[in-house]
Structure formats: structure tokens, C-alpha cells
């Protein structure tokens, strides 16, 4: 049956990433809100989800009710997820107890969907994740036909290699890129050279986004989750942003030497390490984590407490929670409101939209009510 003439087919724009945790939900977020400001109906989702709980009998994505909630989407501009990519759904995979079809789920899901003007997706870590399910960046790209964008963490300029080997199997589906975490010192290099060479490689750089040290930072809260830790004092404060480590193991003048160096640090130390404590709650500190699970003294808790720094305990030796603060620094997610806002500035500062419109084919004007 042939459909009705008013009947589009939905605009989809996929946001890709060379490597996890690269700046996707940040990228989209940040979008996401331009098109909002330029009047596009705009729906969002993860076919493949790498964060999700269980909620009434269906999988949430953390990241796309997050993204939702300050988008202020509606549930029906929220897309399934169709699939947590985790261990288990590998083995049943590899095993034969799941056979599904998620490229056909994919289509017959999407396709009946209330999509609004455009249908962002954000797609899995890499290139290659999802490949075992059909929902690869290629496959999902191919399935619902939808332009990628890709997001890629600035390291040096060889960071464009993966751009180069991205283009190639991603061919003109490929309609831009966003360069992320470019440090201040190296972004008039990384414009003149990286940027001009991409562009005459038919790679269009659609945002080259500067190194932000406060997107780059953790909550005391999630370094609380991460370690499994007491909160000693101050409980009402997790909401701080930790921006560095440093370990306390070096006797005390040097201990307030290095500390004063630093900003907005979370200090690793004994509990028995009363002097280091007592300097780090004198320097920019924003989390004592004590190990060995020994109590500070009195008049510690007492100092923290004015100074509105949290005391967090862990039942942990120092190096193994100094190896997973570490790692919550380099797998940082943006659930702050404080991230929120520098992602859109940064976005509205550094991002292309306009060109990106033109190379969708939308025309914002016509999204706009009429006066």
C-alpha cells in the first residue's frame, strides 16, 4: 500500500566514536540542544546500550534518560534500546541461545516510530563493537540509512590515522567529525595541519572542541561508587569535582609542597597520616580518601566539616585505589549539571551546525513557527 503523500521518511544522524569514551554523549548533547534552539523536533536513543538497569520489565539506558531528562524529551522521542551489550549477552550469542535478528528488530522498531525532524543515535564504543549482533556502527548506519558523524579524542596529530581508516570503511556515509580534548597549547597546530589535511581528505571538521579540565573531572560521588567507600563527613558535598590525584606518602613539608601545585584534588593517604590529612584540608583539596580503614582523629573530621570537604574511608591498600581512581578519570561520564553547560558552551563555541544542516539537507527556517 503505497504511503500517504504527507508521509517522510525519518532523518537519522548517527554519532560514532573511534574509540570508548571519546566525548559521544557529550557531542550529542551538545548538539542536540543547538538543534532544539534552531526549532528541531528532535528524538534520541542507543540501539546498543553499555549502561543499563532493569525498570518495569524493560532495559533502560542510563545515557539516554540522562540525555532525555535535559533535553526535556517525551517518551515518545526516546528510541528502544534493543540489546545491553555486556558478558553475559556475548556468551548467550557465541553460545547460540540468542538468535535474534537485532538489524531486522532495528528496522521494524524504527521504522514505526514518531521520529520528529531529525532521530539521533549514538552508537556503540568503536567501529567494531556490536559487530557480533549486526549493530556495528556500518551495520547500524546501513540498516535505518542514516549519515555518521564521528567523534574522536585528540591525542597527537597522528590521532588522524583513525580518522583516514574510519573514512574507509565508512565511505560517504561519513559526513563529518568532531576533534575532542584538544589541549590550549596545541589547537592552532591541530587547525592549520590536521584540520586542512582532513578537509582535503573529503573530511569534513565539523567541530574541534578545546580540552576542558572540568569535563575531564569526577564527582566525589562517583569516586564513592567506584570504591564502595564510607562517607565519613560532610555527605551533603559528594556533588564536588575532583579534577586530580594525589597521593599522600611523602612526609609533610613535601606533602604541602606538591599539594599546592595542584587543584581541585581528591589526596589518597593512610588513615594513620594525621599531618598529611591536616595539610591537604589546607590546599585546594576537594576528597580526603583515607585507606586501611583507620578512623582520622577528632579534630580532622571537626576541620573537614568547616571547610565543607568530605572524608571518604576505604577498605582498600593505597595502590589499588589509586589505580581506580585512575581509571574513573579516564572513563568519564557527563551526568553533572555543571558538565551540561560547559558541554553546550563549548558546543555553541566550537561546533558547526549550520555546515552540519546543509550537509543533512534540513533547513532550520522551515522548523521555526510561524509569527
Given at each position: ?70 533535553l526535556n524529551l517525551p517518551l515518545n522521542r526516546m528510541t528502544p534500546t534493543l540489546l545491553a551489550l555486556d558478558e553475559l549477552a556475548v556468551q548467550k550469542r557465541l553460545c547460540g541461545e540468542d538468535k535474534t535478528n537485532y538489524r531486522q528488530s532495528l528496522v521494524e522498531q524504527y ?112 569516586l564513592v561508587n567506584q570504591l564502595h567507600a564510607d562517607v565519613l563527613c560532610r555527605s551533603d558535598r559528594l556533588d564536588l569535582m575532583v579534577e586530580s590525584l594525589a597521593i599522600g606518602a611523602m612526609n609533610v613539608n613535601s606533602a604541602v609542597k606538591y599539594f599546592r601545585k595542584r ?109
Open positions: 500500500m503505497p504511503k500517504s503523500p504527507e508521509y517522510l521518511p525519518p532523518k537519522y544522524l548517527l554519532i560514532g566514536s573511534t574509540e570508548a569514551y571519546s566525548g559521544k554523549s557529550a557531542t550529542v548533547l551538545g548538539l542536540s540542544y543547538q538543534l532544539q534552539k534552531k526549532g528541531f523536533d528532535i528524538t534520541y536513543g542507543k540501539p546498543l546500550g553499555t549502561c543499563l538497569s532493569e525498570s518495569e520489565s524493560h532495559l533502560v539506558e542510563e545515557d539516554v534518560e540522562f540525555i532525555a531528562t535535559h521504522s514505526q516510530l514518531q521520529t520528529g525532524d531529525l532521530m539521533l543515535l549514538e552508537g556503540a564504543g568503536n567501529l567494531d563493537e556490536g559487530s557480533l549482533f549486526g549493530l556495528s556502527l556500518s551495520e547500524v548506519a546501513e540498516a535505518v540509512d542514516a549519515p555518521i558523524i564521528l567523534v574522536c579524542r585528540y591525542k597527537s596529530l597522528c590521532s588522524v590515522e583513525s580518522l583516514l581508516s574510519a573514512k574507509q570503511r565508512l565511505s560517504d556515509r561519513l559526513i563529518g567529525v568532531v576533534i575532542n580534548d584538544i589541549p590550549a597549547a596545541q589547537l592552532q597546530a591541530v587547525n592549520t595541519t590536521m584540520r586542512t589535511f582532513l578537509e582535503e581528505m573529503n573530511i569534513p571538521v565539523l567541530g574541534m572542541l578545546p580540552e576542558s579540565s572540568l569535563l575531564r573531572s569526577v564527582s566525589v560521588r562517583e587543584r581541585n584534588m581528591a589526596v589518597v593517604t593512610g588513615g594513620d597520616r594525621v599531618e598529611i590529612q591536616q595539610a591537604a584540608l589546607e590546599t585546594s583539596t576537594q576528597c580526603l580518601i583515607l585507606t586501611g580503614q583507620l578512623p582520622p582523629p577528632h579534630f580532622i573530621l571537626t576541620r573537614a566539616e568547616e571547610l565543607e570537604i568530605p572524608i571518604i574511608s576505604v577498605d582498600l591498600d593505597t595502590l589499588t585505589t589509586v589505580e581506580i581512581v585512575d581509571k574513573a578519570f579516564g572513563q568519564v561520564r557527563v551526568h553533572e549539571p555543571i558538565k551540561v553547560e560547559c558541554i553546550r558552551q563549548l558546543m555553541s563555541e566550537h561546533f558547526d551546525v549550520n555546515r552540519l544542516l546543509t550537509l543533512l539537507g534540513l533547513n532550520a527556517a522551515a522548523t521555526l513557527p510561524s509569527s
